[in-house]
């Protein structure tokens, strides 16, 4: 399993940080459409809970995914979202200035453009 870790920003006095983990997490899209975090591990149970016991796999495959953490620069709003199906926009603002997360790290943070944002290894594995 991969390693789990912290995203934030070498700048002491910036706040800008992201939950920290894998940087992406599975979800389950429920009846209304919306997307429920499957946190591991568990992942498999909770989505099954999310979409019904009685789910065929395709329909299981076809209602869940990978929401990947991204961050729009533009409203300075995290957002999630399936890379694989999402348009690459902030759901929030419209505009597409928004970076995944693999996009921000090493690179000059967005929000006070003093520190960098890094992913610090926590030594932990999920
Ligand atoms: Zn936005
Ligand atoms: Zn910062």
């Not at 991969?2 to 940080?17: A, G, L, M, R, V």
């Not at 983990?21 to 599975?26: A, D, K, P, T």
């Not at 429920?36 to 495959?61: F, K, Q, T």
């Not at 709003?77 to 694989?84: I, K, R």
Request: charged content about 30%.
């Amino acid at each position: 399993m991969p390693q789990i870790f912290e995203f934030h920003c070498t700048n002491p006095d910036c706040e800008f940080e992201i939950p920290s983990g894998w940087g992406y997490y599975m979800y389950a899209e429920a009846d209304d459409g919306e997307r429920i975090h499957c946190p591991h591990p568990g992942e498999m149970r909770r989505a099954r809970d999310v979409v019904g016991e009685d789910a065929s796999r395709e329909e299981l495959d076809h209602r869940t995914g990978f929401n990947t953490y991204c961050f729009c620069i533009h409203c300075e709003t995290q957002v999630d979202l399936d890379l694989g199906r999402d348009e690459k926009a902030c759901p929030e603002c419209r505009s597409n200035a928004v970076k995944t997360i693999d996009e921000l790290v090493d690179e000059q943070c967005p929000v006070c453009e003093a520190g960098t944002f890094i992913a610090e290894d926590t030594g932990a594995i999920a």
